[in-house]
């Protein structure tokens, strides 16, 4: 598993201010680490400037949801989402905040999203992704088991058990994220041996 490290002293601004960008706007905004794909955090900046186009690199976490019936749990993203709304998802996905470590982000995300709070992640693999507007670096953790799952309408439109053979029944027809698609077909043998 990719281990974030950080600076000791506080990582600077991307970008750097100039004199045409004096500083980026703080207030309120959520702040990701930027990073190179070994973990090794070297700046810090704005989700918006991290979805703008600019792509720098910068670490999410993904929990794939599963119980032992071969059913794996999916979250459908609100229409406000900025990235594919009203698409069908990975049960948790989320960007690990300026400070915390992949596993606090992985607890964090799994609670704000869907209630979970007591589940031992296992990990499976972590990747880059790249978008027509950012580039991310992806830690892909599992849950295995039955949880009493509460999404949180703010974050998860709906959120439901999927058959395997519906998902793959699924795949390539507009149902679902491109990037949970290709994830999935990446982690799918991994996932199923876990039951």
């Not at 004096?22 to 400037?49: A, C, H, K, W």
């Not at 794996?72 to 989320?94: C, E, N, S």
């Not at 999203?113 to 790249?130: A, D, K, M, Q, R």
Request: proline share 8%.
């Amino acid at each position: 598993m990719m281990e974030l490290v950080y600076p000791y002293d506080l990582a600077p601004l991307v970008p750097a201010p100039t004199a045409e960008v004096p500083t980026l706007r703080l207030d309120g905004e959520e702040i990701f680490p930027v990073v190179q794909p070994n973990g090794m955090v070297i700046g810090r900046s704005t989700r918006t400037y991290c979805h703008s186009g600019a792509k720098p690199l910068h670490p999410v976490v993904h929990i794939h949801v599963i119980d032992r019936f071969s059913r794996i749990y999916l979250q459908k993203r609100p229409m406000h989402k900025f990235i594919q709304p009203g698409k069908w998802d990975t049960a948790v996905g989320g960007h690990v905040s300026y400070g915390e470590s992949i596993l606090e982000a992985v607890f964090r995300e799994a609670s704000e999203e869907l209630g979970l709070v007591e589940f031992n992640p296992i990990y499976l693999e972590t990747y880059e992704f790249e978008s027509s507007v950012e580039r991310e670096v992806v830690s892909i953790f599992a849950a295995v088991g039955s949880y009493d799952l509460r999404p949180d309408p703010e974050e998860v439109e709906e959120g439901r058990w999927w058959d395997v053979a519906d998902i793959d029944a699924s795949i390539g027809k507009g149902v679902f994220t491109p990037n949970f698609e290709s994830e999935y077909q990446m982690i799918r043998k991994s996932l199923l041996a876990l039951l």
